[in-house]
């Protein structure tokens, strides 16, 4: 980024992922220089977590590497940085039940996944669709059907 009222302009790029693995979303840590980026993971695929270094002045972003996460906790999307307190947080999109993931930040080294919060299911056995999980309202009983996706 420039300073002051200038656009942006592209000094250069890092490859993070491998060919077919969708990157749902990241944060930026402005205070250490890092970027996360959590994956979407697939049937032979984990979801990963990808840590960036992000270039001071002109030099280029440099990947620090990945973190696979365990199977089953899988569609990361939502992600907040916390580097204050040297926490990063990845959710699940749409796997159920989803979840939260709490990392340690660990300095320059790949981030360490301290614990992991589930959502509360639902009376439904089976995960839902996407369209059912945008649209995840209550029952006339007032239940989630699909649980906190």
């Given at each position: 980024m420039?300073p002051?009222?200038?656009?942006?302009?592209?000094?250069?790029?890092?490859?993070?992922?491998v060919?077919?693995?969708?990157?749902?979303?990241g944060?930026?840590?402005?205070?250490?220089?890092?970027?996360?980026?959590?994956t979407?993971?697939?049937?032979?695929?984990p979801?990963?977590i990808?840590?960036?270094?992000?270039?001071?002045?002109?030099?280029?972003?440099?990947?620090?590497?990945?973190?696979?996460?365990?199977?089953?906790?899988?569609?990361?999307?939502?992600?907040?940085?916390d580097?204050?307190?040297?926490?990063?947080?990845?959710?699940?999109?749409?796997?159920?039940?989803?979840?939260?993931?709490?990392?340690?930040?660990?300095?320059?080294?790949?981030?360490?996944?301290?614990?992991?919060?589930?959502?509360q299911?639902?009376?439904s056995?089976?995960?839902?669709?996407?369209?059912?999980?945008?649209?995840?309202t209550?029952?006339?009983?007032?239940?989630?059907?699909?649980?906190e996706?």
């Amino acid at each position: 980024m420039t300073p002051g009222t200038n656009l942006p302009v592209r000094i250069a790029a890092v490859n993070v992922g491998v060919t077919g693995e969708g990157i749902g979303l990241g944060s930026l840590d402005s205070v250490n220089g890092y970027a996360y980026y959590g994956t979407y993971g697939s049937t032979n695929l984990p979801s990963r977590i990808y840590k960036v270094k992000l270039g001071d002045g002109d030099a280029a972003p440099t990947l620090v590497g990945h973190v696979d996460l365990q199977q089953g906790r899988a569609q990361l999307s939502l992600s907040v940085v916390d580097p204050a307190n040297g926490f990063l947080y990845f959710a699940n999109d749409n796997t159920y039940p989803g979840g939260m993931h709490q990392f340690k930040l660990n300095g320059t080294n790949l981030p360490v996944e301290i614990s992991y919060l589930p959502f509360q299911s639902g009376p439904s056995n089976n995960p839902p669709d996407a369209a059912s999980a945008f649209n995840n309202t209550t029952n006339s009983d007032g239940i989630l059907p699909y649980g906190e996706v």
